[in-house]
Nanobody, 125 residues
Framework: QAQLVESGGGLVQPGGSLRLSCVVSGITLDEYDIGWFRQAPGKEREGVSCIGRTDGTTYYKPSLEGRFNISRHNAKNTVYLQLNSLKPEDTAEYFC??????????????????RGRGTQVTVSS
């Protein structure tokens, strides 16, 4: 049974950084595209970033590119999301998800087979 567990969230001041981790078990990580999503209270879920399983192609929500960085370490069954220059509007629950039908579909349609429970990121002074 697939299990995705996020960690690394917390309270950070504006301008700060966090590194989120998504540890995957029960599936073979290199067979899946992985995406990070976020949802703030009262707002729709949005795809933050995705990384492809074959060549590591990355996608970022255009407004976030340059501040966030996604990477994967298949041997550690872990996908990371580095969050830099955080802003209050980045406050949300972040979760990772896995699917095999393509990273573009994953990120733009939010269509996934497996997801984690999420980790809270709060940006506040």
């Amino acid at each position: 049974q697939a299990q995705l567990v996020e960690s690394g969230g917390g309270l950070v001041q504006p301008g700060g950084s966090l590194r989120l981790s998504c540890v995957v078990s029960g599936i073979t990580l290199d067979e899946y595209d992985i995406g990070w999503f976020r949802q703030a209270p009262g707002k729709e879920r949005e795809g933050v970033s995705c990384i492809g399983r074959t060549d590591g192609t990355t996608y970022y929500k255009p407004s976030l590119e340059g501040r966030f960085n996604i990477s994967r370490h298949n041997a550690k069954n872990t996908v990371y999301l580095q969050l830099n220059s955080l802003k209050p509007e980045d406050t949300a629950e972040y979760f990772c998800a896995a699917d095999q039908r393509g990273w573009l579909r994953l990120c733009l349609l939010g269509d996934y087979a497996h997801r984690g429970r999420g980790t809270q990121v709060t940006v506040s002074s």
